[in-house]
């Protein structure tokens, strides 16, 4: 009797340690997987892509300061990162996606003003904001199309006033200094550094 009492108990241990050593790997992987954002579904990269050629193309006519072709590309560049997909991203940490549409409305914000402005380089403040802000969405949803380049101006306002842009491209064409800058002409066109490679 002391044998089989001694061969349950021993049993109950054993199991007792595998339960705790297989349950606590679930519970860790279980709060590991609650962080990572899924993989996106074609839709919401489509919708993606036609934001970021969008943004492209204002940061295209922000290099040869075109305010006409400015304004025409930041009204469709609202109207493509409103038609982002971010609802699918709602069965994701709910963190995640709350922070993607906060981002989001920051992007949407800083373009609308774009529209209100008649300088230049006010444009070019409210566009160093958009893009301040789609940065860390990018981040935030994990991009998943070709990669991105974040580049920097050390000048991009002034000698210290630095500003920072996404372009498709590793090659500095710098939306804030331009073909046409008053003082510099097209001379710092290729003015700047990639910081980081989005992908």
Not at 119 to 133: A, G, K, L, P
Request: proline share 3%.
């Amino acid at each position: 009797m002391k044998k089989l009492l001694a061969i349950v108990f021993l049993v109950a241990v054993i199991y007792g340690i595998w339960w705790l050593f297989f349950n606590d790997k679930a519970v860790v992987k279980t709060k590991e997987e609650s962080l990572k954002v899924g993989n996106h579904s074609s839709a919401f990269n489509e919708s993606m892509a036609a934001a970021m050629n969008s943004y492209f193309d204002m940061k295209s006519a922000f290099v040869n300061a075109d305010t006409f072709k400015i304004k025409e590309q930041n009204k469709r560049f609202l109207v493509l990162i409103d038609s982002i997909k971010i609802a699918e991203m709602s069965h994701d940490t709910s963190a995640i996606y709350q922070s993607a549409t906060m981002q989001m409305s920051d992007i949407k914000a800083n373009a609308a003003a774009i529209l209100g402005e008649t300088d230049i380089t006010e444009m070019r403040q409210d566009f160093r904001m958009v893009s301040e802000n789609l940065y860390p969405f990018l981040k935030t949803i994990k991009y998943e199309g070709p990669s991105l380049y974040w580049q920097n101006c050390p000048m991009a306002f002034g000698e210290d006033k630095e500003a920072n842009w996404i372009s498709n491209t590793k090659e500095i064409i710098n939306p804030y200094l331009g073909v046409n800058h008053p003082v510099y002409k097209s001379a710092m066109l290729h003015c700047g550094e990639i910081k980081d490679t989005i992908k």
